[in-house]
């Protein structure tokens, strides 16, 4: 059987049109490079009581309709012949406290498995798209994959926003059919980028709250629907509380400087050698 290189979006299908979904998104995963080996999960609810899934231990990108595995709310097999994704667990939380989405997806895109390796959240007002489709992308803390520790990490964010970078592991995103949370993991790799970029070249001029403020206004211009979160802090704005001195948060004004470690330590003596001349 032939498969598309194309979905449509909304939840309401036929669970045929659900399977194919899922095999397509897989191979998006895979063929950008999104995840590795049989790394990653995809799922979609099917109804109010089963959920559809990505299988354990097999590559995304070769994933065929009858591959996948039907699950209750509790993660327990209905249907398939292969066992459910191990990470079965995070996607049935997030179904749990989101009502409103239909769909997610887990992969490990290596920009953005950077940031959340490295703990630095996305979360900065530099790209006037990401925070009309997702405001802040928060690292959630490390928990073991397959493990609670993981879904205890995740379960503080999970109502708040749409995409989570999981430290030391990945991302998982959602939305309210197959194609959103796909398109949340790709905005979300997308702007790990673009944020990369900006800290290779030194700088990074942030847009100002009454920026942002316009911005969130315009999301029901746009039709979208996101957890919408919003505070002082996130997006981080150039105008933010100490956010305008802080080193690279607003290249017009700080200037970087790099020093090597001997560098450094010879002008720490230098200072320490005129203060005490100066005595
Ligand atoms: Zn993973």
Redo the contacts with the bound molecule.
């Keep these: 059987m032939t498969q598309p290189d194309s979905i449509q979006p909304g939840a309401r299908k036929t669970e045929d049109e659900h399977r194919r979904d899922i095999c397509t998104i897989g191979r998006w995963v895979a063929s950008r490079g999104y ?1 590795a080996a049989t ?3 995809i799922s979609l609810r099917l109804d109010a009581k089963r959920i559809l899934t990505s299988p354990t231990a097999m590559n995304k990108g070769m994933m065929a309709p009858d591959d996948l595995v039907v699950t209750d709310m509790e993660g327990r097999k209905l249907l398939g012949a292969r066992n459910p994704s191990s ?1 079965l667990a995070m996607h049935l939380l997030i179904y749990r406290r989101r009502p409103d989405v239909s769909a997610v997806c ?3 895109p290596p920009v953005a498995t950077g940031y959340a390796a490295a703990g630095i959240p996305l979360n900065k007002a530099l790209v006037s798209e990401v925070v009309l489709s997702l405001g802040c992308i928060p690292v959630a803390r490390y928990g073991t ?1 397959g493990t609670p520790e993981l879904t205890e990490a995740l379960e503080p964010l999970v109502t708040d926003f749409d995409a989570i970078l ?1 430290a030391n ?2 991302v998982v995103c959602y939305g309210q059919d197959l194609l959103t949370a796909w398109f949340r993991m790709e905005t979300t790799e997308h702007f790990a980028r673009v944020a990369l970029v900006t800290e290779l070249l030194g700088k990074q001029v942030l847009l100002s709250s009454g920026d942002v403020e316009k911005l969130l206004a315009a999301r029901a211009r746009y039709g979208l629907t996101t957890a919408a979160q919003t505070s002082a802090a996130c997006p981080v704005t150039s105008d933010a509380p100490g956010g305008e001195f802080a080193p690279g948060v607003t290249g017009d004004r700080v200037e970087r400087v790099s020093l090597s470690r001997a560098e450094l330590t010879a002008l720490l003596d230098e200072a320490i050698a005129r203060d005490r001349q100066g005595r």
């Design positions: 995840v790394d990653g999960n990470e887990h992969a490990h994959p999981m592991h990945g």
